[in-house]
């Protein structure tokens, strides 16, 4: 097959270029490193499967030659950085999405949009279903990207109704491994790099907010099930093993081996306060649910840090 992988560049993105590729598929790797980095792909370079294009998908969207399935995770992805580029996270969600599913329609492709738990908001119903239509303020600061997210699930589904597209919508929820950016924001990045400096640890509230923390690699897995399966509908992948982040920083602390204390910093505006993934959908329609022990995992990612803290 011939995979076009958009925000290839970035955390989710890159590991799935080396997955299509491993797997012995043409890849097509397209990003502009708004986000995404070039040392995420640096390995793939002189692979024969794997070419890299670098557009905004925002603009209109040439590849030449036939593409099977296009994979759409073009788009900020963290709190740091939707809130310092508003407009770029919004033209992403609906001019990128547009593009790349005009794209699959010209190509006959599969389609495949990441989208996100953030499509739940602050939510009021726990753990989140895939039916549950979300609690999002949609005028806060977090609402151009949960938003975004949101106006690019139904154009999704609006192109698989009206045009008959073959699509596949990926509900992620939070997700952690190597090649994360350090100063994204995001809680796992931030605590590892703080507790390796031996700095305090930056806990928002009182740390009682909890989410459910998976792996990438089971992530990259139970993305490739649903492309092989036919559901248009939404699906939710992550780990339904909830935990407070004061729990998690209390981890991040013991695996390092860190003596950096706990401080605490005043929450964000419209911070969700739950966050567990109901993943009955996968597991039927998949057979899938994680594998990776969410401890392994982090220590998996604590070493990817530590090396970088070397090179």
């Known amino acids: 097959m011939r995979v ?18 491993r797997a012995g598929h043409d890849v097509v790797c ?5 986000t995404g980095s070039p040392d ?5 370079g002189g692979h024969r499967r794997f070419t890299f294009v670098r557009h905004n998908v925002t603009e209109y969207i040439d590849i030449a030659g036939g593409v099977d399935w296009v994979l759409n995770f073009a788009s900020p992805a963290s709190p740091r950085d939707y809130l310092e580029l508003p407009i ?7 001019m990128g999405t547009h593009r790349t599913l005009g794209l699959a329609k010209a190509k006959g492709a599969r389609f495949l949009l990441a989208s996100t738990s953030e499509v739940y908001g602050d939510p009021l119903v726990h753990p989140q279903q895939e039916d549950y ?5 949609p005028v806060g600061p977090r609402g151009v990207y949960d938003e975004a997210k949101r106006f690019a699930e139904a154009l999704t589904m609006a192109y ?22 350090a100063n994204d924001g995001r809680a796992i990045p931030a605590f590892v790099t703080q507790a390796l400096a031996g700095r305090p640890i930056t806990v928002f509230g009182d ?9 990438i690699d089971d992530l990259i897995d139970g993305i490739h099930r649903l492309m092989q399966v036919s559901v248009n509908e939404p699906v939710n992948i992550g780990n339904p093993q909830e935990m407070t982040l004061m729990e998690l920083a209390k981890r991040i602390v013991r695996l390092t081996g860190s003596g950096s204390e706990i401080a605490f910093a005043p929450l964000p505006e419209d911070d969700p306060k739950v966050r567990q993934p109901d993943i009955t959908r996968a597991r039927t329609l998949l057979g899938w649910e994680p594998r990776v022990d969410t401890d392994e995992g982090l220590r998996l990612t604590i070493d990817w840090f530590k090396m970088r803290s070397r090179t």
Do not use: E
Not at 30 to 34: G, I, S
Not at 88 to 94: D, H
């Open 88 to 94: 770029q996270t919004l033209k992403v969600g609906a």
């Open 40 to 44: 995420n792909i640096a390995h793939l």
């Open 30 to 34: 397209m990003d502009n490193f708004v």
């Open 207 to 215: 740390g009682s907010q909890t989410r459910s923390f998976q792996y």
């Open 4 to 21: 076009l992988v958009t925000g290839g560049a970035g955390f989710i993105g890159s590991h799935l270029c080396d997955f299509f590729a």
């Open 160 to 181: 698989h109704r009206f045009h008959g597209l073959d699509t596949r919508i990926v509900r992620i929820f939070n997700t952690f491994g190597p090649r994360m950016r």
């Open 133 to 137: 239509w979300g609690n999002v303020n």
